[in-house]
């Protein structure tokens, strides 16, 4: 039997859903146990909506520690994403998701592979909708070579 991974999400905004959609379209192998978001009546309604019951809360860091997530996925403004990694390796998660883009500078962006290389943390791209999906192709296969610089994952 496979293994059911833990997910906690913080941000329940737009972009949100997409990645709560993909993990309960996939329920057999995801399991949401936690959102996290400022707006306790976003998160309530998101949870409401998608029929889920996680745990919520308004402190990533308290979440990360409670639930011991597989999976940590934050939809938020690019702004805190290194604090969130830097959370991520404070509480040894495995795999992250996140949007783009992944920092607000090339050294950020450093910063945020440094420390996943270090704790061993995966990270998982995430691209512009299926709605990009033709503006996303040239960048795919330039991505392939080294004209955009050499990708770190598969």
């Known amino acids: 039997m496979t293994k059911k991974h833990r997910v906690v999400q913080v941000g329940c905004g737009g972009r949100s859903n997409d990645h709560i959609r993909g993990r309960l379209a996939n329920a057999g192998r995801f399991e949401i146990v936690a959102l996290c978001d400022l707006d306790q009546e976003k998160m309530?309604?998101?949870?409401?909506?998608?029929?889920?019951?996680?745990?919520?809360?308004?402190?990533?860091?308290r979440m990360l520690a409670e639930t011991k997530p597989d999976l940590f996925c934050f939809s938020t403004h690019p702004d805190v994403r290194l604090a969130?990694?830097?959370?991520?390796?404070?509480?040894?998660?495995?795999a992250l998701?996140?949007?783009?883009?992944m920092a607000r500078s090339l050294e950020e962006a450093r910063q945020v592979t440094e420390i996943c290389r270090l704790v061993a943390s995966t990270i998982a791209r995430a691209f512009s909708s299926w709605k990009d999906s033709?503006?996303?192709?040239?960048?795919?296969?330039?991505?392939?070579?080294?004209?955009?610089?050499?990708?770190?994952?598969?």
Do not use: N, Q, W
């Open 97 to 101: 998701a996140f949007e783009k883009p």
């Open 44 to 61: 309530k309604e998101t949870a409401r909506a998608r029929s889920i019951a996680p745990a919520l809360y308004t402190d990533a860091d």
């Open 84 to 94: 969130m990694v830097e959370l991520a390796a404070k509480h040894k998660v495995k």
């Open 134 to 154: 033709a503006r996303c192709g040239p960048r795919r296969r330039a991505g392939s070579t080294d004209r955009i610089g050499r990708p770190l994952g598969g």
